[in-house]
C-alpha cells in the first residue's frame, strides 16, 4: 500500500501566518505540522509516500523530507497547481499509485490515542473496497456524518446535514483500493468547481464496498484550520508529551520502532538535533527502546 499526503491549499483561514509559507510547515507545539499525517501513515506501515502541494510549497517539503532515507521511507513529491478538490490527489498521484491501493491523509489532520494503529492495520489489510473513519463528536451538523450498520457497512453519507442520522464525523483519512483513481477521473465537479472525495466514497457507497472504522473514546481527532484550532492541537501535543513522557508523531520514533531505520540511523538524527529536546528523546528511544 502507499501512501499520499494532500498539503496544498491556500491556508486563508490562517492568515497572516501563512501569507509566506505552507501551514503544514507551521509548527504544532514541538514540530512541523505535516509530521503528524506523514506519522498515521508510517503506523500504518506505509513506506512509499507521496506528498502534493502548491509549486510554492513543495521546495519547503523537499528540504524538510529528502528522499526519506533518514526515516526508511521514501518521498515522492508533486504539484497541485490549483485547488481541484481533494480527490483530485489521486488523479494527480495517478502514476506513484500504480497498481497498488493507497490511504490519503488531509495534511492539517492529527490523530493520536489508544487503538488507532490496529485501526490502521484494519484497513490496510482490505485488499479490495473503501475503509473511511468514523469520529463521535457533539455537533455532526458541522461535518460529514457517515450513518452504518452493525456489520460496519456504510448506509449513507450526508455533509452537514440538518438532521444527522448518528454522531459520527468523517475524519480526514481515507483508505482505497486501486480503482480509486479511476473512480476520481469520473467525478463530475461539484458547483463549486472541486472533484470531491464524498462522490468518491458515495461510488463506493454505491457499490456495496465502503466500510468504516470508529474511533473509540481514546482517540483524538483535532484539524488544525484556524490559530484557535492551531493553539488547541499544540497544548494536547504539550500535555500528553509532558505528562507521558512520549513523543506523539515522532517520525524517528516510528521508524525504528517498526524496523523501518537501524539503531545507527536512529542516533545520526539524534546527534544532528542533539541541542533540542526533541534529540535528547531520540537518545533515550535508542537507549531505551529494544526491538524484538
Known amino acids: 500500500m502507499k501512501g499520499i499526503v494532500l498539503a496544498g491549499g491556500a491556508g486563508t483561514r490562517l492568515y497572516p501566518s501563512t501569507i ?23 503506523l500504518a506501515g506505509i513506506q512509499d509516500i507521496l506528498i502534493i502541494s502548491t ?8 528540504r524538510l523530507f ?14 497541485q497547481d490549483a485547488p481541484r478538490g481533494l480527490a483530485d490527489a489521486f488523479i494527480v ?12 491523509v488531509l495534511g492539517d489532520n492529527i490523530f493520536h490515542g489508544y487503538g ?19 469520529y463521535h463528536v457533539a455537533n455532526p451538523d458541522e461535518f460529514g456524518v457517515v450513518e452504518f ?17 448518528s454522531n459520527y464525523a468523517v475524519p480526514g483519512l481515507y483508505f482505497y483500493d486501486n480503482r ?17 472525495i464524498t462522490s468518491v466514497n458515495n461510488a463506493y457507497l454505491e457499490m456495496g464496498e465502503l466500510n468504516v472504522e470508529l474511533f473509540g473514546r481514546g482517540m483524538a481527532w483535532l484539524d488544525t484550520g484556524n490559530h484557535r484550532a492551531m493553539l488547541a492541537a499544540a497544548n494536547f501535543v504539550e500535555a500528553v508529551q509532558t505528562r507521558q513522557g512520549l513523543y506523539i508523531a515522532c517520525l524517528e520514533e516510528i521508524a525504528y520502532r517498526q524496523g523501518f531505520i537501524s539503531r545507527d540511523k536512529l542516533l545520526e538524527t539524534a546527534a544532528r538535533l542533539d541541542k533540542t529536546e526533541y534529540g ?3 537518545h533515550h528511544i535508542a537507549e531505551t527502546v529494544v526491538r524484538h
Open 55 to 62: 509549486p510554492d510549497d513543495l521546495p519547503c517539503f523537499e
Open 280 to 282: 535528547q528523546y531520540l
Open 20 to 42: 509566506a509559507v505552507s501551514k503544514q510547515i507551521l509548527t504544532v507545539y514541538d514540530k512541523p505540522m505535516i509530521y503528524y499525517p506523514v506519522s498515521t501513515l508510517m
Open 116 to 134: 488507532f494503529t490496529e485501526r490502521l492495520h484494519n484497513a490496510a489489510a482490505r485488499k479490495t473496497g473503501a475503509t473511511i473513519f468514523g
Open 66 to 79: 529528502g528522499s526519506g532515507e533518514a526515516l526508511g521511507v521514501r518521498f515522492t513529491y508533486a504539484v
Open 180 to 196: 480509486v483513481a479511476g473512480i476520481a477521473k469520473a467525478v463530475k465537479p461539484s458547483a463549486r468547481g472541486e472533484i470531491e
Open 149 to 165: 450498520d452493525d456489520d460496519g457497512k456504510v448506509l449513507s453519507l450526508e455533509e452537514k446535514p440538518a438532521a444527522p442520522k
Open 93 to 104: 498521484g495517478e502514476s506513484f499509485i500504480g497498481d497498488d491501493n493507497v490511504c490519503l
